[in-house]
T-cell receptor, first 111, second 114 residues
Framework: GQSLEQPSEVTAVEGAIVQINCTYQTSGFYGLSWYQQHDGGAPTFLSYNGLDGLEETGRFSSFLSRSDSYGYLLLQELQMKDSASYFCAVRGQTGANNLFFGTGTRLTVIP | EAQVTQNPRYLITVTGKKLTVTCSQNMNHEYMSWYRQDPGLGLRQIYYSMNVEVTDKGDVPEGYKVSRKEKRNFPLILESPSPNQTSLYFC?????????????FGPGTRLTVT
């Protein structure tokens, strides 16, 4: 089966840097994705890592280590609008096309 | 505007009364999927479709049906809704024929079954 673990809550100060970790267990692996969801809104895609290393998109970066079954989302120069829930997701077992999400990390940015 | 639309956005119904939630995308995406979101459980996949007439079960398919007769539409059918299907439902689509990468989500449908 598949399982993903992320912290349930993180609080950080405006302007700071925060890292949200995700560890996963899957029978096959096709990359780690990250999504953001504001309260009352729909999830929106942030990033995808198919290979080891760091992917950078503006203030957001995502990292993957396949040997450690671990990834993280790094948010820099935090803004109040970054307060949201963040979900990591992995594709299902080998040959399948289903997607499994973690239970999400609620980030609160404080002044 | 590229988007995924869902209807209705809110629905209150009674146990056993069949209902359909529609989902449509205008991006010519091949992959479409339905999720339910419950507090503390994150997003769980119900069904997905790789293309027209190709559907498969996700993590929690019991009590749901889907169909994909046209590329743009992927309705979710609850033949006999029960209170444990009270949830927030999202439809999503993605371009890649290789599966669920970079999914675009609809606005959600909040369903209450009494």
């Amino acid at each position: 089966g598949q399982s993903l673990e992320q912290p349930s809550e993180v609080t950080a100060v405006e302007g700071a840097i925060v890292q949200i970790n995700c560890t996963y267990q899957t029978s096959g692996f096709y990359g780690l994705s990250w999504y953001q969801q504001h309260d009352g809104g729909a999830p929106t895609f942030l990033s995808y890592n198919g290979l080891d290393g760091l992917e950078e998109t503006g203030r957001f970066s995502s990292f993957l280590s396949r040997s450690d079954s671990y990834g993280y989302l790094l948010l820099q120069e935090l803004q109040m609008k970054d307060s949201a829930s963040y979900f990591c997701a992995v594709r299902g077992q080998t040959g399948a096309n289903n997607l499994f999400f973690g239970t999400g990390t609620r980030l609160t940015v404080i002044p | 505007e590229a988007q995924v639309t869902q209807n209705p956005r809110y629905l209150i119904t009674v146990t056993g009364k069949k209902l359909t939630v529609t989902c449509s995308q205008n991006m010519n995406h091949e992959y479409m999927s339905w999720y339910r979101q419950d507090p503390g459980l994150g997003l769980r996949q119900i069904y997905y479709s790789m293309n027209v007439e190709v559907t498969d079960k996700g993590d929690v398919p019991e009590g749901y049906k889907v169909s994909r007769k046209e590329k743009r539409n992927f309705p979710l059918i609850l033949e006999s809704p029960s209170p444990n299907q009270t949830s927030l439902y999202f439809c999503a689509s993605s371009l890649s024929g290789q599966g669920p990468y970079e999914q675009y989500f609809g606005p959600g449908t909040r369903l209450t079954v009494t």
